[in-house]
């Protein structure tokens, strides 16, 4: 079987809810091709199904051994279990398919201490360094650089793309950390668009306005581009209550029934609880009786709706919560 035959059978046979969960976590056009291979599928094999299933199992086992200890940790666990050809071929398949990254002692690493580190490294070695870190650590160590360097590096980390294992090699080397166990001979993909997102969501909002205001003078199209994707519609769940009810007042009606017209079940009941009981049934009502709707339009107006949010915070009608679990609103 294919990889995708598998996957297919992986879904089909995990309960719906579960199902559903793992499609939110993948790319428009992986949910196209699973769903048509699922669609494909009329009766699996209990054989089948059972060594999809031990497959799986397998791997997920394998791959807690290398997050936790290593390629060589995994390896003789899996040996005593499985066997050392079994072994070899499962972290095989699974290095190949995670392709594991660089900098994973940096990631384990309190982010004050790698920030004392690099701090005076080349802005383009730092923002290598921060592609690889998770982003709340990562937007740690962004907040505390200087101004002019917060700007240099995250426009440097929006255009990072494709890095050479030589090149990862000698920035790990000058760590003075342990190799990854494990890099591809390709070139490995880090930074982008979506990666200056996730750090810059994790800072404080003076160094993200910092940021933002100077890439604007710099390059606008970069600059608007990272503000788009800064806060997305789906983003309104982590709204208190009474900021909902402020953006509620800004936004008209047919506007909002719009843009929930592709929202999902937790977006649309977060924003009814927050309207009167009569304004939210009218609100469902519009919403059900609505016709057809570009998915282009339905976007738009998501956006618009965002924009209001982002007019609001900026004014300091309402707080956007950042900088993860630990900040606290009072």
């Known amino acids: 079987m294919s990889g995708k035959q598998k996957a297919a059978i992986l879904l089909v046979s995990l309960r719906p809810e579960i199902s ?10 992986e949910i196209e091709d699973l769903t048509l291979e699922i669609a494909g599928i009329k009766r699996v094999q209990p054989d089948q199904r059972d060594a999809v299933l031990e497959e799986f199992h397998e791997l997920m086992v394998a791959r807690e051994y290398l997050e936790h200890g290593g390629i060589e940790y995994a390896r003789e666990l899996l040996e005593k279990a499985l066997g050392s050809a079994k072994a070899d071929d499962i972290i095989n398949r699974l290095t190949a398919s995670l392709q594991v990254r660089p900098f994973d002692f940096a990631r384990k690493t309190d982010a ?5 580190f690099i701090q005076n490294e080349h802005p383009q ?3 290598l360094i921060l592609a690889y870190l998770d982003p709340e650590q990562a937007g740690l160590i ?18 990072l793309d494709r890095t050479t294992p030589e090149v990862l090699q000698e920035i790990e080397s ?36 910092t940021i933002i205001d100077s890439l604007e003078e710099e390059e606008p199209e970069l600059a608007e581009e990272i503000r788009k994707r800064m806060f997305v519609f789906e983003d309104i769940i982590i709204l208190d209550d009474r900021s909902i009810q402020k953006v509620l007042r800004e936004v008209d009606s047919k506007d909002l029934a719009l843009a929930l ?5 937790e977006v649309s009941s977060r924003i009814m609880k927050n309207m009167s009981k009569r304004a939210a049934e009218m609100l469902q009502e519009d919403i059900d009786f609505m016709g057809p709707a570009r998915l282009r339009d339905i976007e738009d107006t998501q956006q618009k709706i965002v924009a209001t949010i982002r007019r609001l915070e900026d004014t300091g009608e309402i707080i956007i919560a950042r900088g993860g679990e630990d900040e606290v609103i009072v």
């Open 20 to 29: 559903s969960a793992v499609f939110k976590h993948l790319k428009e056009d």
């Open 112 to 116: 004050t201490q790698l920030f004392n």
């Open 125 to 127: 070695t730092i923002a």
């Open 142 to 159: 962004l907040s505390s650089l200087t101004p002019e360097l917060q700007v240099n590096v995250a426009k440097r980390l929006a255009k």
């Open 174 to 209: 000058t760590l003075e950390q342990r190799l990854s166990a494990f890099i591809v001979d390709d070139y490995t993909v880090a930074g982008g668009i979506e990666s200056a997102v996730n750090i810059l969501s994790m800072v404080d909002r003076a160094t993200e306005r």
């Open 261 to 265: 017209k592709t929202a999902s079940e």
